[in-house]
């Protein structure tokens, strides 16, 4: 079965600094996606951003940008320039690339609040 | 943009009542799921659904809980009888299938207070 652990119940940071939240995961799986989702205080699960286990590059998404260490099965989440509205619980999760029911598993959520 | 839209937004019961949560997921969505959320903690799967029939389901998905699609929009996830611990956010997501996209879509979720 596949874990992912985060670290970081919390964390805060100034606006306009950058962040990083950690996230680490057990699977031995060799194809599987990665994601970072956002839950603001309106509980609404948005997606921040994903990266394909199978793609070196890491992937970016404006000021959301990831570190994807396969080997070491870590995967973080960098926030450039915070914004207020970046305020909101962030999960980590993962999915097996196939043969399963493509469900995903979360992390317990890092709290991250920025600051004016 | 289409979107995953569950109703109702907030729902109160007693204690060992049954509830129906609906959720309309996106139209060309193959794979629908049920998640469950108890405040503060993290995101649960409960159970997933794919050609009319379910794929898998949590150990959490005991035989209190129920899914079907009678319709072919609606998704429905049921609760015969209630217990205090059922009490969580439940969020509905669809997903079009890893050939084509591998983003899963979340509806607003659904917030079941049982008392």
């Known amino acids: 079965a596949q874990t992912v652990t985060q670290s970081q119940p919390e964390m805060s940071v100034q606006e306009a600094e950058t962040v990083t939240l950690s996230c680490t995961y057990d699977?031995?799986?060799?194809?599987?996606?990665l994601f970072w989702y956002k839950q603001p205080p309106s509980r609404q699960m948005i997606l921040v951003i994903r990266q394909e286990a199978y793609k070196q590059q890491n992937a970016t998404e404006n000021r959301f940008s990831v570190n994807f260490q396969k080997a070491a099965k870590s995967f973080s989440l960098k926030i450039s320039d915070s914004q207020l509205g970046d305020t909101a619980m962030y999960f980590c999760?993962?999915?097996?690339?196939?043969?399963?029911?493509?469900?995903?598993?979360f992390g317990k959520g890092t709290k991250l609040t920025v600051n004016p | 943009e289409p979107e995953v839209t569950q109703t109702p937004s907030h729902q109160v019961t007693q204690m060992g009542q049954e509830v129906i949560l609906r959720c309309v997921p996106i139209s060309n969505h193959l794979y629908f799921y049920w998640y469950r959320q108890i405040l503060g903690q993290k995101v649960e799967f409960l159970v997933s659904?794919?050609?009319?029939?379910?794929?898998?389901k949590s150990e959490i998905f005991d035989d209190q809980f129920s899914v079907e699609r009678p319709d072919g929009s609606n998704f429905t996830l049921k609760i015969r009888s209630t217990k205090l611990e059922d009490s969580a956010m439940y969020f509905c997501?669809?997903?079009?299938?890893?050939?084509?996209?591998?983003?899963?879509?979340f509806g607003q979720g659904t917030r079941l207070t049982v008392v």
């Open positions: 999760a993962f999915m097996k690339q196939e043969g399963g029911s493509e469900k995903l598993v």
């Open positions: 997501a669809s997903l079009k299938g890893q050939k084509t996209s591998i983003e899963a879509f």
């Open positions: 699977t031995s799986e060799n194809n599987y996606y």
């Open positions: 659904f794919y050609n009319n029939e379910i794929s898998e």
